[in-house]
């Protein structure tokens, strides 16, 4: 995910560039599981993923800071990135996937049959050790907030999260409301590039996958 930061000299943004990134494939795509906060490595695919990844971002938006979620899949993806623009990767908390609870690691079908989805999820409720709605928006808002305004102006900043971080970090960055039925699809290492200028948000594109079809 990458970020350009222009502060106004009021203090308020005046020009955002993001890059969203998803990491690649993991093990538990082959497994058919819940991911997570189940902690599971890329496969011998994903690191490919990545790879190609690294080179788009190099060529197309090399960035001055990297920032990851630490669970493995994006950290690695992350690691690969930083390799290839000779910079470091800084781990924060708030990108990691959702807390899914006692759900992480199980397969779709025994999952389904233990812990059912509830009828309505209410924003404020946990569900099976899960964190809540309101925990999950918080995370977004946070990590966003503390990029405009705790990171150097005019500096491109590259994000590796996940998919169901990113459905958040997009609804906080348009203001939908936490539960909101519109979701972005995400492939392994899809790039989604966001702009906010001068308080208008622009979606520029979304989930460019053109770096896994390099000749």
């Given at each position: 995910?990458?970020?350009?930061?222009?502060?106004?000299?009021?203090?308020?943004?005046?020009?955002?560039e993001?890059?969203?990134?998803?990491?690649?494939?993991?093990?538990?795509?082959?497994?058919?599981?819940?991911?997570?906060?189940?902690?599971f490595?890329?496969?011998?695919?994903?690191?490919?993923q990545?790879?190609l990844?690294?080179?788009?971002i190099?060529?197309?938006?090399?960035?001055?800071?990297?920032?990851?979620s630490?669970?493995?899949?994006?950290s690695?993806?992350?690691?690969?990135?930083?390799k290839?623009?000779?910079?470091?990767?800084?781990?924060?908390e708030?990108?990691?996937?959702?807390?899914?609870?006692?759900?992480?690691?199980?397969?779709?079908?025994e999952?389904?049959?233990?812990?059912?989805?509830?009828?309505?999820?209410?924003?404020?409720?946990k569900?099976?050790?899960?964190e809540?709605?309101?925990?999950?928006?918080?995370?977004?808002e946070?990590?966003?907030?503390?990029?405009?305004?705790?990171?150097?102006?005019?500096?491109?900043i590259?994000?590796?999260?996940?998919g169901?971080?990113?459905?958040?970090?997009?609804?906080?960055?348009?203001?939908l409301p936490?539960?909101?039925?519109?979701?972005?699809?995400?492939?392994?290492?899809?790039?989604?590039?966001?702009k906010?200028?001068?308080?208008?948000?622009?979606?520029?594109?979304?989930?460019?996958?053109?770096?896994?079809?390099?000749?």
């Open positions: 995910m990458l970020f350009e930061v222009i502060l106004s000299k009021d203090g308020g943004v005046e020009h955002v993001l890059l969203v990134v998803r990491h690649g494939q993991s093990e538990a795509d082959i497994i058919k599981c819940h991911e997570g906060r189940a902690d490595p890329l496969t011998e695919t994903g690191v490919k990545a790879l990844l690294a080179e788009w190099k060529e197309k938006y090399p960035p001055d800071f990297i920032l990851s630490p669970l493995k899949r994006a690695q993806t992350a690691e690969i990135i930083a290839k623009v000779d910079k470091n990767v800084l781990y924060f708030e990108l990691m996937e959702f807390n899914n609870g006692l759900l992480a690691g199980l397969p779709f079908e999952a389904e049959i233990k812990y059912p989805k509830p009828k309505i999820r209410r924003p404020h409720e569900y099976y050790e899960q809540s709605l309101i925990e999950f928006r918080t995370r977004a946070t990590i966003l907030s503390k990029i405009v305004y705790e990171f150097p102006i005019d500096k491109r590259m994000l590796v999260s996940h169901g971080m990113i459905n958040m970090l997009f609804r906080s960055f348009l203001n936490m539960n909101s039925d519109i979701n972005i699809a995400t492939s392994d290492t899809g790039i989604h590039f966001w906010l200028e001068n308080e208008t948000k622009q979606i520029i594109f979304s989930n460019k996958v053109e770096h896994l079809f390099k000749a």
